[in-house]
């Protein structure tokens, strides 16, 4: 069964979630101590890895599923939000007012699952024991906007135009599809 905020991603979008089998978060949670919050998810597992709009592009494993080892291969994409962390925090320690919060690997801090092509983040603030708990934060030209839902109901949010912050997130181009998958 879909769950319902996938299928408002797929009925805006024009797409349908593909059919089969889930990767395997499970184990991916064990090798790597971290889970991430269903709603994300559930979105790779029907979507796989691509860009909203013309602008934003998932944090996503690649390749989706380490076969030899029997995980989801999350190792590159955590890597990544290690790296992008480590920058942020130069930055906060340089200019501490402009950077509000932890990064990722720091306990509570900022994990992203996302960039634009303008320098666009989005992040889940990864400060409660239950990642469906978890908050997004968007950086957009050094401002932060805090979003208390998931990151599926943020992209459709930016999808309809209900938050004038995020409109220009995915930029949506006339004529070409609300979602590009990585082929």
């Known amino acids: 069964m879909v769950r319902d905020d996938i299928a408002t991603f797929a009925r805006i979008a024009g797409v349908a979630p593909r059919a089969g089998s889930a990767l395997p978060w499970g184990e991916s949670r064990?090798?790597?101590?971290?889970?991430?919050?269903?709603?994300?998810?559930?979105?790779i597992d029907g979507f796989g890895a691509g860009t909203v709009?013309?602008?934003?592009?998932?944090s996503t494993p690649w390749p989706l599923h380490d076969a030899?080892?029997?995980?989801?291969?999350?190792?590159?994409m955590l890597?990544?939000?290690?790296?992008t962390g480590a920058l942020l925090r130069g930055l906060r320690?340089?200019?501490?007012?402009?950077?509000?919060?932890?990064?990722?690997?720091?306990?509570?801090?900022?994990l992203g699952w996302a960039s634009?092509?303008?320098g666009e983040q989005c992040f889940w603030l990864a400060e409660a024991s239950d990642p469906d708990a978890w908050p997004v934060v968007v950086w957009d030209k050094a401002d932060w906007r805090r979003y208390d839902m998931g990151m599926?109901?943020?992209?459709?949010?930016?999808?309809?135009?209900?938050?004038?912050?995020?409109d220009d997130l995915v930029a949506p181009a006339p004529d070409r599809p609300l979602w590009?998958?990585?082929?």
């Open 116 to 118: 634009g092509v303008g």
């Open 30 to 43: 064990t090798a790597f101590g971290l889970e991430l919050p269903a709603d994300y998810r559930a979105f």
């Open 152 to 166: 599926v109901a943020l992209l459709i949010r930016a999808l309809t135009k209900g938050d004038l912050f995020l």
């Open 53 to 58: 709009g013309s602008r934003l592009t998932l």
């Open 68 to 76: 030899e080892a029997g995980i989801t291969a999350l190792r590159a």
């Open 93 to 110: 320690d340089e200019f501490p007012a402009a950077f509000p919060y932890a990064f990722h690997p720091e306990p509570g801090g900022l």
């Open 79 to 83: 890597d990544d939000a290690a790296d």
């Open 180 to 183: 590009h998958p990585r082929r």
